[in-house]
């Protein structure tokens, strides 16, 4: 059995996604390096499926630079992290617009649920500070979950 080069994307595509759930985890921060290899590997990425420049790739560079927009919005009204918000975009530059859409979903649910457990978590700890959210876990759990449905690969002809 051979292992296509587009799989080999995706799996070090989650390898980075967990690497920045668990530093998010541990240290509240995404690193820049780590955001730029996402982005950067992307280019790896498209060249490894044969995705056109035209409309393919242009259309996922302007949904990515969209959304880092829209999300850097949020990072100045201090609802999210700046490496958050760029993770976010870095992912969005692998995704056709369907399995993006299905990305922000699910990674919005996992914010969710994430959220409403520190929360709790908080309620029972007065003295606490207000939690900070690890938001670089749920975007792991939205990429994840595209990855794990076979909607990042081209299919086989």
Do not use: Q, S
Request: hydrophobic letters at 65%; a positive charge.
């Amino acid at each position: 059995m051979t292992i296509a080069l587009p799989d080999i994307f995706a799996v070090l595509l989650a390898v980075m996604l967990l690497m920045g759930a668990w530093t998010d985890i541990k240290t509240r921060t995404i690193a820049n390096e780590l955001n730029a290899a996402i982005a950067l590997m992307a280019i790896g990425f498209w060249w490894a499926c044969g995705e056109p420049i035209w409309p393919d790739i242009a259309l996922r560079i302007g949904v990515a630079v969209a959304l880092f927009a829209l999300f850097a919005l949020l990072f100045m009204l201090k609802m999210m992290g700046g490496g958050d918000v760029k993770m976010i975009a870095a992912v969005a530059l692998w995704l056709p617009l369907k399995a993006l859409f299905v990305m922000l979903t699910v990674m919005a649910l996992a914010g969710g649920v994430i959220t409403v457990f520190l929360m709790v978590r908080h309620r029972w700890r007065p003295n606490a500070e207000r939690p900070e959210i690890p938001y670089g876990v749920a975007i792991a759990i939205g990429g994840l979950w595209v990855i794990a449905n076979g909607l990042l690969t081209i299919p086989a002809a």
